[in-house]
C-alpha cells in the first residue's frame, strides 16, 4: 500500500463548482498534514495545515480523520486560478528530523 | 519570489558527464531537502540536511553526492547518471523540527539526460 494515496485526476469542473479531494495515508504515527499546491512547471507551495478539528480558509475546507486514516480538500465556488495539482502531503516524525511524505497529487481543471 | 533559489534551472547532460546543482535558501532555515520529481509519480525525498549535518539518505545512488557547506548552501553533485534520471529536482528549507514546519521549496532544475 502507497504511504499517501490521492484520488486519480484529473477534476474538470466548471467555474463556481464545489469539488473535494480525498486522501488516505499509510503510516499511524503521522504527526502532521498539510495540502500543497504545485502549478504547471512550478514549485510546490503550502496551501494549508490540517488539523484534526477541521479549518477553513476562505472558500477552502481541510478535514482529518486520524481513525480512518483520511484527509479531505473542499474547495467552493472554484476559480480559473484554483487550476493547479493538489498534493496531500504527511509528516512523520521521528530520527532528527521530520519527513514530507507526498502524494502524486490531483490535478484539477477549472473551466470558464 | 522565492526565499529558496535554484540554479541552474534548466540541465541538459551526457551519461558522463559531472555536474552541480546548487540551492541557496534566504530564510535562515537550519535544514534542507532535495527532492526529486518524475513524471506521474510523487515527490521523492533524497538527502535531509540539518544543521549542515547529513540526517537521512533514501537509499540514493551513489551517482549522487550532496554537499552541505553551511545552512543556507545545499549542492547536489551529478556524476555518470543514466536517462532514468531525468526529472525535476526540487530544493526545500524548513525551520526544522516541529509538526506545523512548513517547508519552502525552490523553483527547481529540470534535469535532462541523453
Known amino acids: 500500500r502507497k504511504e499517501v494515496e490521492q484520488d486519480p485526476g484529473p477534476f474538470n469542473v466548471p467555474e463556481g463548482a464545489t469539488v473535494a479531494f480525498n486522501c488516505t495515508y499509510s503510516?499511524?504515527?503521522?504527526?502532521?498534514f498539510f495540502w500543497y499546491r504545485q502549478d504547471c512547471r512550478k514549485e510546490p507551495k503550502l496551501l494549508m495545515s490540517v488539523y484534526s478539528s477541521g479549518n477553513e480558509d476562505g472558500r477552502f475546507t481541510a478535514q482529518l480523520n486520524r481513525a480512518s486514516q483520511y484527509i479531505s480538500l473542499l474547495i467552493r465556488d472554484s476559480k480559473l486560478s484554483d487550476s493547479a495539482t493538489y498534493l496531500c502531503v504527511v509528516k512523520v516524525e521521528g530520527g532528527s528530523q521530520g519527513n514530507l511524505i507526498f502524494g502524486k497529487g490531483t490535478k484539477l481543471s477549472v473551466k470558464p | 519570489e522565492t526565499g529558496v533559489t535554484q540554479t541552474p534551472r534548466h540541465l541538459v547532460m551526457g551519461m558522463t558527464n559531472k555536474k552541480s546543482l546548487k540551492c541557496e535558501q534566504h530564510?535562515?532555515?537550519?535544514?534542507m531537502y532535495w527532492y526529486k520529481q518524475s513524471a506521474k509519480k510523487p515527490l521523492e525525498l533524497m538527502f535531509v540536511?540539518?544543521?549542515?549535518?547529513?540526517?537521512e539518505n533514501n537509499s540514493v545512488p551513489s551517482r549522487f553526492s550532496p554537499e552541505c557547506p553551511n545552512s543556507s548552501h545545499l549542492f547536489l553533485h551529478l556524476h555518470t547518471l543514466q536517462p532514468e534520471d531525468s526529472a525535476l529536482y526540487l530544493c526545500?528549507?524548513?525551520?526544522?523540527?516541529?509538526?506545523?514546519?512548513?517547508?519552502?521549496f525552490g523553483q527547481g532544475t529540470r534535469l535532462t539526460v541523453v
Open positions: 530564510l535562515g532555515h537550519n535544514a
Open positions: 540536511y540539518s544543521l549542515e549535518e547529513r540526517v
Open positions: 503510516n499511524s504515527a503521522s504527526q502532521s
Open positions: 526545500a528549507s524548513s525551520s526544522g523540527i516541529g509538526t506545523d514546519t512548513e517547508a519552502f
